[in-house]
Nanobody, 115 residues
Framework: QVQLVESGGGLVQPGGSLRLSCAASGSDFKLYALGWYRQAPGKQRELVATITTTNTTNYADSVKGRFTISRDNTKNTGYLQMNSLKPEDTAVYYC?????????WGQGTQVTVSS
């Protein structure tokens, strides 16, 4: 099992950048795929990006070319680099670690894009 803690959120101006981190405790972090999701007020949680155990990545169309998901198994940490941020990126961002029969979520970190 893994426990996840997100960090790195905050207030940023449109066009700015943030890097979110997802620190995992527990065992066998490298055996879990990772995903970043977000939920804006009044909206459903949506997929932002995923990365597999072999570093294959996938992105929502709305963030392609602006966001980059990565992982460092030596640090048990996943990352989401967010560039060219837009007001519509404002949401609580959640990290998820998953494998067959198991899913773990972090508590979320707020990202606000506003001038």
């Amino acid at each position: 099992q893994v426990q996840l803690v997100e960090s790195g959120g905050g207030l940023v101006q449109p066009g700015g950048s943030l890097r979110l981190s997802c620190a995992a405790s527990g065992s066998d972090f490298k055996l879990y795929a990772l995903g970043w999701y977000r939920q804006a007020p009044g909206k459903q949680r949506e997929l932002v990006a995923t990365i597999t155990t072999t570093n294959t990545t996938n992105y929502a169309d709305s963030v392609k070319g602006r966001f980059t998901i990565s992982r460092d198994n030596t640090k048990n940490t996943g990352y989401l680099q967010m560039n060219s941020l837009k007001p519509e990126d404002t949401a609580v961002y959640y990290c998820k670690a998953y494998r067959i029969w198991y899913t773990s979520w972090g508590q979320g970190t707020q990202v606000t894009v506003s001038s």
